[in-house]
């Protein structure tokens, strides 16, 4: 087996790097490097989104009458690894990655001709309306009710931790439009205009001064019957085959192993409690080693995927697997993080509040790097960030019930 790249993989990074070396502004870059969760800054986001798209590279994962490329399962690791190492800003995956792919599978051809283009433009920005007060990985129990009058639907109810919500002008939306039967029965799927009258969004103010997530209270809001994907009263299958993206769809190790490597800057240039840098520290070493075997292992497992996976992308049970590994193995980081800032990540530094959140006061360097003091400072937030990681898109418990069930048989 050979494991270097081939001539036209080689053609292809160098392809890549040039195009982000062009195209990554300073600015751009610390947008990447400064966020605390998955989520970059919304404005740099949108704009990172917009030169993708001039280069057709937005959704390279889309099929290519949509607006995909038709790159090799190498191509998009090159694509990922890279860009990630250039620090470019993360897009928003609720509409690119999400929502469209239930869009090209249940969707009809006039809801695929209006709303893909519009997502892949940034014309349409999504936000999730999945939980609830009192449904969270319990999703099935969900109560936002949905009344059929003619040829619309009257939604009332509310959804909360809806990730941007503020910046979101159409929401897709499991509501309930039957009481019938099991709790999974009677569940739509639901596209829903957020300017439509009756929909009023609340945002919450994070730890870290953010306010990204939200709660989203609908009011008598009349939607049409035809912003159903595919039927009424099942939704609830559509709604599964989403969270398969939202939980494995997108690769988590080249993001891993970028943070294993910042870990291992820093913790050279951090000073242990014998006065020698923390990198040196056997103990501390062993465990970021440790923490670099498992990203390792995700990657392998990732690719290995990549290439198996269903022609629409889809990997199955699978995705909840990789949705274990990734998060808890992002949590193990966050405290690696936290002991290479050392007293230093202890300070909750003042923040300027920014559109799309908090960013350190500091001039952008040329060079879009992050300083040792913005990393240190970051190092709290991103680890209360990432607490939230084995919750979010199903509970890691849950996610052992699915592999229990459909992987063991159990």
């Not at 790159?71 to 690791?77: D, E, F, K, L, N």
């Not at 941007?164 to 596209?191: C, D, M």
Request: proline share 6%; aromatic share 8%; net charge negative.
């Amino acid at each position: 087996m050979d494991l270097n790249w081939s001539p036209e993989e080689q053609a292809f990074e160098a392809e890549v790097r040039d195009f982000l070396a062009m195209s990554l502004t300073p600015e751009l870059q610390r947008a990447g490097r400064l966020s605390t969760s998955v989520y970059a800054d919304h404005h740099a986001s949108m704009k990172w989104q917009e030169i993708l798209v001039a280069k057709g590279w937005a959704a390279p994962h889309w099929a290519p009458e949509h607006g995909g490329t038709d790159w090799t399962v190498a191509q998009h690791y090159i694509w990922n690894r890279e860009r990630i190492a250039a620090g470019a800003p993360g897009l928003s995956p609720m509409g690119i990655s999400m929502v469209a792919y239930v869009i090209m599978k249940y969707g009809t051809v006039e809801q695929q001709r209006f709303f893909l283009p519009r997502i892949l433009s940034g014309e349409i920005f999504f936000c999730q309306g999945y939980s609830e007060p009192g449904s969270g990985s319990d999703l099935a129990s969900l109560q936002t009710s949905a009344v059929e009058d003619g040829d619309d639907l009257i939604i009332n109810g509310q959804k909360v931790w809806t990730t941007h919500a503020s910046e979101a002008n159409w929401i897709f939306a499991l509501v309930r439009t039957s009481k019938e039967g099991r709790p999974q029965q009677g569940i739509t799927f639901l596209l829903i205009d957020m300017t439509t009258p009756g929909v009023e969004v609340r945002p919450f103010t994070m730890s870290s001064g953010e306010q990204i997530q939200n709660a989203v209270f609908f009011t008598d809001v009349r939607v049409p019957k035809a912003n159903v994907m595919g039927e009424i009263d099942r939704g609830w299958s559509v709604a599964k085959y989403l969270l398969e993206f939202e939980r494995g769809g997108n690769a988590y190790a080249p993001a891993l192993k970028a943070r294993a490597d910042a870990i291992a800057r820093h913790a050279a240039e951090t000073t242990g409690s014998d006065g020698e840098p923390l990198l040196d520290d056997p103990v501390f070493a062993t465990k970021l080693a440790r923490a670099r075997i498992r990203a390792d292992v995700l990657e392998i497992m990732e690719l290995r995927l990549l290439s198996a996976a269903n022609g629409d992308g889809s990997v199955g049970a699978l995705s909840s697997m990789m949705k274990i590994m990734g998060t808890e193995l992002a949590g193990t980081l966050t405290e690696l993080t936290m002991e290479a800032a050392g007293d230093r990540g202890l300070v909750y530094q003042p923040h300027a509040t920014m559109p799309g959140g908090p960013v350190p006061r500091h001039q952008p360097p040329e060079d879009g790097y992050v300083s040792g003091e913005e990393w240190h400072a970051l190092a709290p937030l991103r680890y209360m960030n990432e607490r939230a990681g084995p919750i979010y898109a199903g509970s890691n418990e849950i996610q052992r019930n699915i592999i229990a069930k459909q992987v063991l048989g159990l």
